[in-house]
């Protein structure tokens, strides 16, 4: 996904934490094991007992929003960093220093 579609927000979710253990496939330490591998949160969850559903939504969103915090800060750093010298007639000076 991040191939293609670049810098994006994922988080990986074990659905069906509900079930009972001898129908689990894959176990919270394997997926846990996998996301660390990929850099992403893991959550475990289930949609039919409504655990953990928000916290899903939420963590992206919050990973949303602090990134974009983020960005603009570095971009407002960026814009600190440049500065243009000028003549009094508003000319760019090019090159000497008086």
């Known amino acids: ?6 810098d994006i927000k994922i988080v990986l979710v ?3 934490c509900d079930m009972p253990i001898d129908k689990i496939e894959v176990e919270d330490s394997e ?3 996998l996301a660390f591998k990929f850099g992403v949160k893991y959550i475990s969850a289930s949609a039919l007992q409504d655990k953990n559903i928000n916290d899903i939504f939420s963590n992206v969103t919050f990973e949303i929003y602090h990134d974009r ?16 010298l000028v003549t009094q007639d ?7 220093c008086c």
């Open 31 to 33: 997926a846990k094991e």
């Open 69 to 84: 915090i983020k960005k603009e800060k570095e971009k407002k750093i960026r814009k600190r960093k440049s500065i243009k």
């Open 14 to 16: 074990g659905n069906k």
């Open 90 to 96: 508003n000319n760019v000076q090019d090159g000497g």
């Open 1 to 6: 996904m991040r191939e293609y579609a670049g």
